[in-house]
């Protein structure tokens, strides 16, 4: 009876890590990637933008993201060119996609899994990169934990490759929607896209704007 009692007490105080989106949410989000080398650094910022609307009598979450700037080791900032554009995903909010990812890049998908949050449910935040044709990607292995002072916390790795990510990451979910209101990875041997090598990978996710639909 006491084990009982013990599991069902450890299940309910387990937090509720799904989506809870209704029509008319919108928010906003910067990520900033830092890659560090032996010799080198440079900086990413990019701003992530989501909403929530009915279209044709279905419900859609919207999200796009762009690069905003880049800031190299000697303090230089360089905004994105003019004719940058957003890459755009959708996905019904059943967890179906509707407007697939645009972009196709190996690198961009490792980092991005790595970075997805694992949700309870069927509907996640939709993916900008993914895998391309004919390419077969190791497993991922994560482990999350949660503490009432620390929020989430998980470790990473990759279950295989001459040199695989692993990392940690922990952060913070609004407790009415289950956004993403604030995190910080830290990863080994990641790849930036559009170089050779690995680098140590720190990613800090910061909410910038949040507009919720009222709740019953």
């Not at 999200?63 to 995903?89: F, M, N």
């Not at 997805?116 to 996640?124: K, M, T, V, Y």
């Not at 990863?187 to 949040?210: C, F, H, R, Y």
């Amino acid at each position: 009876m006491l084990a009982l009692i013990g599991a069902l007490a450890i299940s309910l105080s387990a937090p509720d890590t799904s989506l809870r989106l209704k029509i008319g949410d919108q928010w906003a989000i910067e990520r900033t990637k830092v890659f560090r080398s032996s010799e080198d650094t440079l900086t990413q910022v990019e701003s992530l933008s989501y909403s929530v609307s009915k279209e044709d009598g279905k419900v859609f979450l919207r999200a796009e993201c762009k690069l905003k700037e880049t800031r190299t080791p000697e303090g230089d900032v360089v905004p994105a060119p003019k004719q940058t554009r957003a890459i755009v995903s959708k996905v019904t909010l059943d967890g179906n996609e509707a407007i697939g990812p645009q972009g196709e890049s190996v690198d961009e998908h490792r980092i991005e899994r790595f970075l997805a949050i694992e949700r309870s449910g069927s509907l996640s935040e939709p993916l900008f990169f993914p895998v391309p044709p004919n390419v077969r990607l190791v497993g991922l292995q994560r482990a999350t934990g949660f503490s009432k002072a620390m929020g989430f916390s998980s470790n990473l790795q990759e279950l295989g490759g001459d040199k695989s990510m692993r990392g940690s990451a922990s952060f913070q979910l609004d407790s009415v929607s289950g956004i993403l209101t604030k995190g910080t990875w830290h990863i080994q041997n990641a790849p930036m896209p559009g170089s050779d090598g690995t680098w140590d990978l720190d990613v800090a996710v910061e909410l910038k704007t949040m507009k919720l639909a009222p709740r019953a």
